[in-house]
């Protein structure tokens, strides 16, 4: 059975940060490409960070380059997400995505919101 189970969200206030996991299972972790997408209420989900199967070659979208940075462990078969100096517009439900060929596996969410 696949799983994808991200943790690491919470409430943080404007310029902290937070790291987002996402544990996967019951699949060949290391062959896919891992990708982290977030959806703010009201809005489209967007591509957040993209990270290849090797962890060699990453892209993080404009609106977080700088701030954000995406990871993975091959050996834990878990990618992670590095965010600092976080602000109110990065607030989100934030989604785990593992993708080879036709095979596209997601995750739960987890909420991120930032707010004084």
């Known amino acids: 059975q696949v799983q994808l189970v991200e943790s690491g969200g919470g409430l943080v206030q404007p310029g902290g940060s937070l790291r987002l996991s996402c544990a996967g299972s019951?699949?060949?972790?290391?062959?896919?490409?891992m990708t982290w997408y977030r959806q703010a209420p009201g809005k489209e989900r967007e591509l957040v960070a993209v990270?290849?199967?090797?962890?060699?070659?990453?892209i993080h979208a404009d609106s977080v380059k700088g701030r954000f940075t995406i990871s993975r462990d091959n050996p834990k078969n878990t990618v992670y997400l590095q965010m600092n100096r976080l602000k109110p517009e990065d607030t989100a439900v934030y989604y785990c995505?593992?993708?080879?060929?036709?095979?596209?596996?997601w995750g739960q969410g987890t909420q991120v919101t930032v707010s004084s």
């Open positions: 019951g699949f060949t972790f290391s062959s896919f490409a």
């Open positions: 995505n593992a993708r080879k060929g036709s095979a596209d596996y």
């Open positions: 990270i290849g199967s090797a962890g060699s070659s990453t």
